[in-house]
Structure formats: structure tokens, C-alpha cells
């Protein structure tokens, strides 16, 4: 399976869990983020997120000097991060629980509402 688009779906929920766990400049966050399972996940996806959701205020940023090249900018979470990852992880595991459901119908699936059944 291409898991492009899937990557595409979930890479601002992927990011923030991985800046919650620890604050982290852009390859930082894009090896943790493969070391994590998601070998796929290009470079320019996560750099894009990374400003994508500190220009939407879920990140915050701050300059690091390097002794072995160019300072490093680096990505912390804000309150509202916070906040828009918790909403995205009860989205994505109803969503993964429907799809289980789906493809195993011996899994229950959640209830119309979002409530498991």
C-alpha cells in the first residue's frame, strides 16, 4: 500500500506527538518521526508542517547556536498544540477503530456518535 496519503492525513497529529515528547529542530523531528515507523515521510512534508502549525500558533520556536554549523530552530508545543493533539488522537482512534471494524467485523465498531459500541 502507498501510505502517501495516509501520511498526508495524519503528519500534523504525527508532528505534534513527537514535538510533545520532546521539543526538537526540523531533521530532529523528521528522524524521530521515521525512527517512530514512518520511513516514508519526505523531508519537505515535515518542514512544511513544522511552519504550517507554528504560523497556526499549535508551535512555538526559538533559536539554538551550534558550535558545528548554523544555529538550529527549534519547535516546541503551545497550549493550543496541545489542545488540537488531543482533539486529532480521539479523531484518529475512532477513525482507526471504524476501519478495524471494517476489516474485521468481529472488532466492535464505534456508534454513530463516536462512542464505542
Request: aromatic share 8%.
Amino acid at each position: 500500500m502507498d501510505t502517501t496519503q495516509l501520511l498526508r492525513g495524519v503528519l500534523d497529529l504525527a508532528v505534534l506527538a513527537v514535538v510533545e515528547q520532546e521539543d526538537g529542530y526540523g531533521y530532529d523531528v523528521l528522524r524521530r518521526l521515521r525512527a517512530g515507523g514512518l520511513s516514508d515521510v519526505g523531508d519537505a512534508s515535515v518542514y512544511g508542517t513544522l511552519r504550517r502549525l507554528y504560523a497556526a500558533g499549535a508551535l512555538t520556536s526559538y533559536v539554538v547556536p551550534s558550535d558545528e554549523g548554523p544555529h538550529r530552530k527549534y519547535y516546541g508545543i503551545t497550549p493550543s498544540g496541545r489542545d488540537q493533539l488531543a482533539t486529532q488522537s480521539k479523531e484518529w482512534a475512532s477513525f482507526a477503530r471504524t476501519v478495524d471494524g471494517l476489516l474485521d467485523p468481529t472488532v466492535p465498531s464505534p456508534s454513530p456518535t463516536g462512542a464505542s459500541a
